[in-house]
Each structure stands twice: as C-alpha cells, then as structure tokens.
C-alpha cells in the first residue's frame, strides 16, 4: 500500500513515478515487501517510495525529491539491503550519518561510516570488511572531503568496483553540487568524478529542495544524462505548516514578540528559534529564559560535547526551545517541532522551505513565523559581498544576493498566498484557493479577506529609474526614496529640494510596503542593483545601501519595451473579519486524558531505556503514537501492527517494558468504553420509552410502514394533512419496533378485535 497526491507543475517537469508504480510486478517484488516489512518494520509506503525503489532495483539513475520527513533515506537504504555489493552514501554531515548509523543497526543492518570523528579502530574495522571476500557491511557512510581526498577509499572503491562489489552512489543533498543551490559546497563539485572512474555504476541524487534550474545543473555537473535519469518528485506543500510573515521592528521588541508568542501559544510545545549569529543565539536564549521558557543556545562557538548534549536535551525533550544558527536540524528527526521562528531572514527561499519544514514532521499542525526588517537585508547583504572564502566567486555571490532578494519579496508580499509563493519558486502550481480551503492552517495572507486588483506599474517604474538616475553621482537609500516617491512632506526633503523632483509624489497612489515590493521587484528583474557601502565610525562599521541602475535601466529609460513591467496586484482592504485558525481547546474526554498519560508514561520509559541518548531516530514519534491509538496487548501485535517496530528492535531495544504499559493502559481503556456502552444503551432505553405517540385511525391509514434489518420501522408520508404529532413523527425516517406494536394494535381494533 501507499499514499499519492495529484500535483499540477508549471514547467516540462517530468516524473517518472507511473513508470515503475506498484501495478507493475517485478522478479524482486516479493522480496522487497519482506524486507520493508520483516526488516524495517513499515506497514505502508509514502509517496513515490516504492516507485524509487523498484527504479533503483532496475539500475537506474533516479532523482529524488521529496520534502523534509517525505522519506528519501528509504530509497536508497532499502535498495542497499537487498542488491549484492556495497552502496556508498555520501552525506555532508557527521551528525546526520551517526543517526543513520544508530538506526540501521538497531534494525539488524550492519553498517559502517567513514568520517573524521569514527576512531582508528572503527576505520581499520571497516576497511578489514569491505575488503572481504564477501564483504560484511551493506552500507557505507562517508563525507564528501573523504571522497575528495582519501586515497586509501579511492584505492577501496576501485577494488570493490573491480570485484563487481560496488552497488551505487548516494548523493544525500545533492542540491550542494550546484553553484545555483542554496548551500554549495566544493568538495561536492568533484563528486561528477565518480561516473567518470567507475562507469556504468548507478547514482541516487537526494534533496528536498531544488528549483528546476537546480535539478538540471546537478544532473549535468553530476555528468547524468537528463533523458536517462528517473525523476521522483513529491509535491512542495506542506499542508499541515501555518505561515506567517511579520515585520521585524527592533531587536527588542521582536525578542519580545517572540517570547509573548511561544508563552501564549505553545506552552510547554518543542520549538525553534533560528538567530543571525552566535551572540544573537546567545541573547535570544538568555532572554527566553528570563521569561521562564526553557531555552538553549546551538551553534559553532560551543565545544562539540556541549552541542551534542543540547541536542540530547532538546530531542528527548528536556529542552523546550532551541536558540539556533540555521545549521541546526539538518538530519535530526524530531516529529514534534511545533513552531519554527526565524528571529531574522533565512538566505533563500529554498532555505527557508527546509528550515521551516523542521516544523510538524509528525503531521500536526504546526507554525512557521518568519520576522523581517530592511537592516537585516543590507547586513546580509554586506556579509555576501565581503565573503572572500572558496566559494565566494563573483558569480556565485551575484547568485547569494538574488537569492536574498527573493526572499525580502516574499516577507513584503502580503497579497499573495504564502504556499504559492513557495511553491511556484520550485515550479509547483498552487491555486490560493486551496490553502483557503484549508481553514486550520491557513495562511497569514488568505487569511485575511481583502479585496484586490491588479493594475499596471510601467509607468511608476520609470518614475522610481529615473529617480535613480538622477542620483547617479550622488547616493539614495531606498527609504529615502520611498519618502520622495511617495511624496513625504518632512523638513529634510524640503531643506534638499526634493520636493521639486519630477519623480516627487509620482507614486502617492501605492502604499509604502506595495512601492517597496515594486522596488523590489525592479531589483529582481535588473532594472535597479543595490550597492553597499561600509562607513568606518570611530569605533564602529555601519553599513548602507544604495540605489543605483541595473544592467536593464536603459531599456526604461528609452522606453524600448513599453510595457516591460507585469502587473502587481494592490492591497485594498475591506472592513470584513480575518479567518481564522486558532480553535479553542476543547475538554478532553476520558479517552483522551488516558492517551495523553500512556504517551507520557511510554516517553518517560524510553528516556530510562536510552538514558541522555535521543531514542527518535530508533523508536520515532509516529511508532509512540501508534502504540497509544493502538494499546497493542501482546508481543505479536506490537512488531505486526505497529510501524518500524521489528523483532530485532524489540529485542535488541527492551520494548517489553513499552509493551508492559500499553497492556495496563489498555485494560483502562477497555474498562472506559464498556462504561460508555453502558450509559449509551440505559440512554437508548430511556429514549425509546418516551416516543409514544397517539395517532387517529385515519392518520394510521396515512403513513406507511415498514420494518427494516434492525427491527425500526421505516415511516413514509403518504400525503394527507395531519396534526402536530402526526408531524413530529415522520420527521423521524425510523422508529424502534415498540411503534410498530402500536400500530398493530390499532389496526386490531379496527377489525373488531381487541
């Protein structure tokens, strides 16, 4: 079995899903479903897993791309199990390989990783293995430095390949091979390497985040070719996320709207708190704390240990709130986010989508809150264009920039739906009417009800350029150009002239955030750059910038294209209420106070059985949950019914000491429901002896009767005009068998009997 969604794409974005669907029968078929079942203990497949895995089992070189939680580790994990040889898995991060690592072993899969923080003694373990005649490790973990520069796995690899030992090559994040991508890296940009010195071995690229011109760009430094490699791609949306942009304001006052929010809301709730830099980790956290909410800060000034422990801490949950640099949450899998907030503005659309998508991998609805301000964007902007490491090319920083103007376009949109928005920027098509739809987690901008129109801009775009223009030899700040633009009336614009501009006042007919997104947009597009310019104070660096034209403003300001510009729509707010989705708490029932402790009871328990060590990548939130709604009572219903519960984990793992609390809590249960049967046939009874109605003869001999497989009696008006009895009866489709006695009677009566 497995689960699908229809998804509509924008561009020529195949996916080759149907090609290899589970309406096709294959000789390893059977086998795959014993090991999905027997080995990793799941009951069902997500969307396009099994399609991956029977291209993969085929040899093909297959693209996955699936959001974070979607379920891209199964893809290749399972593959490894069952094909002969050695599947190497590439991965950028030591963390993220050392919980694979833990889960495959708990499952029974000998695995082994070769990374700079595994001892000697692991090493030479490894090496001894693979060099076996058969060797006795299915899957390897390696960075790609050791790719790179380990000539000792160079001299493996080309051992294994010529033994025919060697399965495949799993690119995880293979969005960093691409200098397009969010987060490049240079040791993946070699990783093309591989098809070169081992043709004819297969390649799985992993990523949850890649646009069209990504995917084509990794296919290409990865020497794939695009008409031969097996395209997998979920749908982007992520349905059960609420998204939420809020300006930004001051430092202080945002930390404050951050701990109002998390007090208010999420109250003992598991969340995320993404900062700019360590001091701001360290301020935010400290400041939480203050406000009594458990909060740590994460991110590289701290000891290795320390990470670690916080990790620990928050992942079994003795840390609420984690105060994080964005590298934080990559591989970790914690269901039970319930709020992500980024204190200030992710680097790029596709970061924000996998950082926010940290946020309710369990299903449950969940908040993303993104804070943005202009001072932010300069500051970034200026740590962009500073950057003098490896990968700060002049390209690749123009590539940085645009990405980051994206995203201010994205905070200062606040017409068009959030999840389109999104969407649309990884080539998914998304009506804003399907996230109205969705009433619960709908979105900040359908959620308020606004009247809208689009109207065209070209004229004000020339306006803003040539504006600009004139300010060629000089400087303007884009708020200050906001001001003239608008037609502000303050003693500086009248002590400078600007007042007597052409361009003064030209725009009053936008608001100030709408001008700023047209602004915006004209950057995006080319027709303006923003240049900035660092001032040495005296015992400090400010940062501005600058307005100037783009490689593009020629053609505004010739009037080449007369209607270069699309139109945008405008805000025009009505005095109708916002939907909302926040619901009030309703009162538990006995069911769902006695779910909620035996949740308890089973988590306090895995803390006793892992000690500070994090069970969620072993016995993960959604197994806990199901063990609850289910109350497995025996060792058989627990492995059989219970997702990635295996024989070997529940030995390996002590969970008789879970199956010993769903066994009590059931008996609870059991008792609850039989007390509620209980009352529910005494109130059936009482009902029942209180629906005697007094009909005339005649009104009997206009209603028909019949009688249907539970004994009710099925009443049909037959058309006359009857009294207020008669009325309230045949509201009723059915009737309990006593009325028909009734009924009976008086039909004896009227044949002279009794």
């Known amino acids: 079995m497995k689960l699908s969604i229809s998804v509509q794409w924008l561009s020529d974005i195949k996916d080759d899903a149907a090609e290899f669907s589970s309406d096709h029968t294959y000789p390893h078929t059977q086998t795959l479903f014993e090991v999905f079942d027997n080995i990793f203990g799941l009951k069902q497949f997500r969307s396009n897993q099994l399609e991956a895995i029977n291209a993969a089992l085929l040899h093909h070189d297959c693209f996955v791309l699936m959001p974070t939680g979607g379920g891209k580790s199964l893809c290749y994990q399972l593959p490894a199990v069952m094909d002969k040889g050695v599947t190497f898995i590439i991965s950028p991060l030591r963390s993220l390989i050392y919980d694979q690592k833990q889960k495959l072993v708990s499952l029974g899969i000998e695995c082994g990783a070769l990374t700079s923080d595994v001892s000697q003694r692991e090493v030479d373990e490894v090496y001894r293995e693979l060099y076996k005649h058969t060797p006795g490790l299915k899957i390897v973990y390696v960075t790609p430095e050791k790719i790179a520069k380990s000539d000792q796995l160079t001299q493996l690899l080309k051992n294994l390949y010529e033994r025919k030992l060697l399965a495949r090559f799993v690119i995880d994040e293979c969005h960093c091979v691409s200098e397009w991508g969010h987060d490049f890296r240079p040791d993946y940009a070699s990783l093309g390497q591989l098809r070169v010195k081992y043709p004819g071995i297969n390649v799985i690229l992993l990523t949850a985040t890649a646009t069209p011109r990504v995917q084509k760009d990794i296919l290409q430094q990865m020497k794939i070719n695009i008409n031969q490699c097996k395209l997998f791609i979920q749908s982007f949306n992520r349905s059960n996320l609420i998204y939420e942009c809020a300006l930004k304001g001051t430092t202080d006052t945002a930390l404050k709207k951050v701990a109002n929010l998390i007090i208010s809301h999420y109250n003992d709730k598991c969340g995320i708190v993404y900062c700019f830099s360590r001091a701001e980790c360290d301020k935010t956290a400290k400041y939480l704390s203050a ?220 608001s100030r955030v709408d001008l700023e997104r047209l602004v915006c947009r004209l950057i995006l597009e080319g027709y303006l750059l923003q240049e900035i310019v660092t001032h040495q104070q005296q015992s400090f660096e400010s940062s501005a910038a600058y307005l100037r034209l783009g490689p593009k403003a020629h053609m505004a300001l010739s009037n080449q294209s007369n209607r270069f510009m699309n139109p945008i729509e405008l805000t025009i707010r009505t005095e109708q209420s916002n939907i909302t989705n926040d619901e009030k708490r309703k009162q538990q029932t006995p069911v769902e106070q006695l779910n909620e402790q035996c949740l308890k009871e089973l988590k306090k328990e895995l803390k006793s059985i892992f000690g500070q060590n994090s069970h969620a990548m072993i016995i993960p939130e959604r197994a806990i949950k199901e063990m609850v709604k289910l109350m497995p009572r025996t060792k058989e219903a627990m492995i059989k019914d219970v997702n990635e519960i295996t024989e070997e984990r529940y030995k390996r793992h002590e969970l008789h000491r879970l199956l010993a609390i769903t066994q009590r809590f059931g008996k609870e249960l059991d008792e609850i429901k039989r007390k509620e049967e209980n009352a529910r046939k005494a109130l059936l009874q009482t009902t029942t002896s209180k629906r005697k109605l007094t009909l005339s003869d005649e009104e009997q001999e206009d209603i028909d009767f019949s009688t249907d497989a539970d004994g009710f009696i099925k009443v049909n008006k037959q058309g006359k005009k009857t009294n207020g009895h008669y009325n309230r009866f045949v509201k009723s489709k059915k009737r309990p068998a006593s009325f028909f006695a009734r009924k009976n009677a008086i039909a004896k009566r009227k044949r002279g009997g009794f």
């Open 291 to 510: 406000y009594k909410i458990n909060a740590l800060p994460y991110h590289a000034g701290l000891s290795d240990s320390k990470r670690q422990l916080v990790q620990n801490q928050w992942a079994n949950d003795d840390c609420q709130v984690i105060c994080a640099t964005i590298a934080f949450g990559m591989g970790i899998d914690k269901p039970n986010v319930r709020f992500v907030i980024h204190l200030s503005m992710p680097k790029s659309i596709e970061g924000y989508y996998q950082e926010s998508g940290r946020a309710g991998r369990d299903g449950e609805i969940s908040y993303c809150y993104l804070f943005f301000c202009y001072q932010d964007l300069v500051k970034m902007k200026r740590l962009i264009l500073n950057d003098d490491g490896q990968t700060s090319t002049k390209e690749a920083k123009k590539v940085r920039v645009d990405n980051l103007n994206r995203v201010y376009d994205y905070c200062l949109n606040n017409v068009t739906c959030r999840r389109t928005q999104l969407l649309e920027y990884f080539g998914e098509l998304f009506p804003s009417s399907e996230c109205k739809r969705m009433k619960r987690t709908v979105c900040d901008n359908c959620r308020q009800v606004l009247k809208t129109t689009s109207i065209n801009c070209t004229q004000m775009s020339i306006e803003i350029i040539k504006l600009v223009s004139e300010f060629s030899h000089k400087n303007i700040t884009l708020p200050a150009a906001l001001d003239i633009l608008r037609g502000a009336n303050t003693k500086g614009i009248r002590d400078a002239g600007h007042n007597n501009l052409a361009a003064y006042n030209s725009c009053n007919q936008l």
